[in-house]
Structures are given as C-alpha cells and as structure tokens.
C-alpha cells in the first residue's frame, strides 16, 4: 500500500500447498500494527487474524479469496502495488477485487491500482473492501489429448497425450477389476515414474488390464 514515498506498507503473500488457509505460528506474521503509520495494510487468514507474512495452499477447482484490510489515518488517494511475483505457475490468475467499486484488476498484467479512501465511508477503508483472488485459469488447465492401453508381456502398456503440462503436474492410474465399481491406484513405488516420464507407463502385475 502507498501514500507517498516515505509512506508505505507490504506485506508478503507465499503460496505452498502444504500450507492451511488458517493463522500458523510457525509460518505466518501477525500484523501487530506500528505506532505513527499513516496507512497499514494486512492479509486476513481463515480465522480472521491481521497478518504481514501469510501462507497459504494453491487453489484446486475452487478459487482461494484472501481478504485485505487496507486503512489510513486521512482521507485521499492510495495504491495497491504489487511489488513482485515469483515461481506462480501460469495456471493461476491473480486478480485484485475491489467491492466498493465493483472493479476488478488482473495483477499478473496490471500490477497498480488506485484508489480512495474518505474516513466518513466506512466501506472504503477497512476488511471488507479490497479481495485476492487467486484461481486457475480454464485456458490453461490441462487437457487430455489421446489415452491408450494394451496388453504387454507380464502386465500392461499405457501411453497418453495431453497439453498444457508443467513442472507441477502428477498423473495417478488406477485400475478396476469390478467392471468399474471400484477403482485402486496402481502400484505405489511406480508413482515416481510417473512424474519423470509423463507420457508412458508400464505396469507389471496380474490381471493388468
């Protein structure tokens, strides 16, 4: 958040899939405010705690909203700048919601936005103005070209196609034996195979395919 050059307030948002969208001591900063600051500004975790430093999991089908307290001490003219942006993969769009104007700023392309506050309206200061919004993109989710399987000596042969693969992107097959009531993962120490080699699968066993 920026006022003028000498007054400025940021925080740190990181984005790991092992984090909760909950308060974590061990990883996050409480926003325990500063004496003096004309503006502040902070992240709200889940269970509403101000925070400075806040983690939290990538978004799967849903989109994952972080709300944003932004607040100053006079009317006027303010920024929201997002200062940097680093190892988020493609698939996700970030997108600064703004609920007193009902505005919307695509941040991956549009990092600066302003706006005002005035101190006699309540709903352009404080936790319920300003929303993170962070979700997959449709155009980029990944698509499943071709999947093939046979039968191979001693167990089974997949191979398969897809687009819009990435470095953070895992494959799991299962398998059924019950016309397709039930449905078991295939062997795990495979798993990593998959992971390298996205592409093909070989699987040996009974009663493969």
Do not use: C
Not at 17 to 34: I, M, R, V
Not at 77 to 89: G, W
């Amino acid at each position: 958040m920026i006022k003028d050059s000498i007054n400025t307030d940021d925080i740190v948002l990181a984005f790991n899939n092992d984090a909760s969208t909950a308060f974590e001591n061990s990883k996050d900063a409480e926003d325990l405010g500063t004496n003096g600051a004309q503006i502040a500004l902070s992240a709200l975790s889940s269970d509403s705690v101000k925070t400075v430093i806040h983690h939290r999991p990538f978004p799967k089908k849903q989109q994952e909203i972080i709300p944003l307290t932004s607040d100053a001490t006079s009317s006027g003219p303010y920024q929201l700048k997002l200062r940097a942006l680093s190892n988020v993969p493609a698939i996700y769009e970030i997108w600064l919601k703004d609920n007193f104007t009902k505005d919307s700023l695509d941040l991956k392309h549009n990092n600066i936005y302003s706006y005002n506050i005035d101190k006699s309206t309540p709903a352009t200061f404080g936790k319920k103005r300003f929303q993170l919004i962070l979700r997959q993109s449709p155009v980029l989710g990944l698509r499943l070209l071709d999947f093939n399987a046979v039968k191979a000596a001693g167990g089974a042969k997949t191979t398969w196609i897809v687009e819009n693969e990435a470095n953070y992107t895992t494959f799991t097959l299962q398998r059924s034996t019950d016309n397709g009531k039930t449905w078991d993962d295939l062997d795990v120490k495979h798993k990593m195979l998959l992971i390298r080699d996205r592409k093909s699968f070989r699987w040996f066993g009974p009663d493969s395919l």
